[in-house]
């Protein structure tokens, strides 16, 4: 049987369960799902997500209420889940959980990650980068000590113009600017580092996110924004990738991905 693991920003674990998505979760036969902007605190999960579809959640909540937050609903136990990346700012806002699952065979690790969004200003464009600078060497230092992962989550960054619709206007936007797009070259080129959904796919108008102005998703005006961002020993085992686009469960799409192991 093949590693199924999924990524959806929920914009509200609230939300995204009233339009759905508990009963697509039992249909969807993932092994790991990451999940991005739970908007919830512990108290709001306790007895109705800390298991979704028979997987266990592990969490990461914001202080803040009804902001951020991220989990990983895994099938297997993990050895360890870690939770946050050791730096305040970003800690506060619940961006980052890591489970994983490591034997004689091998150190795995699966993570759901939430980037910051700039799209509100100056400031939190500002946050964002100081972000990029945190993640970054976190990692490369994963990797250099011979940990497979595979980050999955809502990274807030298109890539490449194939990866927006309309990327001539989106150039000084957030999401697509020439800074971002340069760090995500950096992580895959010199980090190294796989975008396991483009191994696969290469087709344009391939996108996870759309905006509520406008006809977006009607006209299908898309970003691609959510990624699974593997090391290439686990990268090299994907098989089959699937954005969900038959229901909507928030403004993001969830995002399927294959891998040829078991945990």
Not at 27 to 32: I, P
Not at 126 to 133: H, Q, V
Request: charged share 25%.
């Amino acid at each position: 049987m093949p590693f199924r693991l999924v990524t959806l920003n929920l914009n509200g674990i609230r939300s995204a369960a009233n339009k759905g998505l508990l009963a697509w979760a039992e249909t969807v036969g993932a092994d790991c799902m990451g999940v991005q902007e739970v908007k919830a605190q512990a108290a709001d999960v306790a007895g109705r997500f800390e298991v979704l579809a028979g997987m266990q959640g592990h969490f990461h909540f914001a202080e803040k209420k009804g902001y951020s937050g991220v989990g990983l609903y895994a099938r297997k136990k993990p050895s360890e889940v870690i939770v946050g990346l050791g730096h305040a700012e970003f800690d506060a806002e619940g961006r980052y959980v890591e489970a994983r699952f490591d034997n004689a065979r091998r150190r795995l690790s699966i993570i759901s990650c939430y980037f910051p969004s700039g799209s509100s200003g100056e400031e939190r464009q500002a946050a964002k980068f100081r972000f990029l600078d945190v993640v970054y060497p976190h990692l490369v230092a994963l990797k250099a000590e011979g940990r497979e992962f595979i980050l999955v989550g809502d990274v807030n960054i298109a890539h490449k113009e194939i990866d927006l619709k309309n990327w001539k206007g989106n150039q000084k936007n957030s999401g697509f600017l020439p800074e971002e797009r340069a760090w995500m070259t950096r992580l895959l080129e010199e980090a190294g580092l796989v975008d396991v959904f483009r191994t696969l796919n290469p087709h344009p108008e391939q996108y996870t996110w759309w905006s509520n102005r406008g006809q977006a998703w009607a006209k299908n005006v898309g970003w691609r924004l959510d990624y699974h961002l593997a090391t290439p020993g686990i990268a090299a085992k994907a098989r089959r990738e699937h954005i969900y686009l038959e229901q909507r469960f928030s403004d993001h799409a969830p995002l399927v991905i294959d891998y040829d192991f078991t945990l």
